[in-house]
């Protein structure tokens, strides 16, 4: 696959990244949304490659010698927060979709809250006993009710 140089004063305006090759047939192709991707890695598609005895996934980045977020290959991209509600849609609204950015520093998650990353396993397990705890208080709320579970 290529890279177009939009910017470039003089030629080659394309540049080879890379190719991809293969004896075994493919039986079926799917490519993954660019949520799934890994970003900071400058991956800028997956496509899982179904064979006879396997599904393989194959990756496609981009080489850049920085391991900081590369806006200029991601740019903001459809978030899942839908832009109206089915209401709104039925009535024949027309917006435009609700964009996020996938810079890990500034992405947000579907509730459209900032992510802050990943859970500590120490916090998860705080929260798990808590959860625990919630579910045998109420459970026994309903078995004081004589309310089968």
């Keep these: 696959y290529f ?3 939009v ?3 003089k030629a080659p305006y394309i540049h080879a990244l890379s190719e991809f090759r293969s004896t075994k047939p493919g039986k079926g192709y799917c ?26 996934p194959l990756s496609f980045t981009v080489p850049r010698k920085s391991d900081a977020f590369q806006d200029d290959i991601f740019p903001d991209t459809n978030s899942l927060t839908p ?14 979709p609700v964009k996020t950015s996938l810079n890990p520093k500034l992405a947000k998650n579907n509730s459209g809250t900032s ?15 808590e959860a625990n705890a919630r579910i045998k208080y109420l459970e026994e709320k309903l078995k004081a009710a004589i309310i089968d579970f």
């Design 3 to 5: 890279e177009i140089d």
């Design 7 to 9: 910017e470039a004063d």
């Design 31 to 56: 490519t993954l949304p660019k949520r799934g991707l890994n970003i900071m890695d400058c991956e800028t598609a997956r496509i899982l490659k179904l064979t006879p005895g396997a599904i393989e």
């Design 83 to 96: 832009a109206h509600s089915a209401d709104e849609w039925v009535s024949g609204s027309i917006k435009e």
């Design 115 to 129: 992510s802050g990353g990943m859970k500590k396993p120490s916090s998860l397990k705080v929260q798990l006993a």
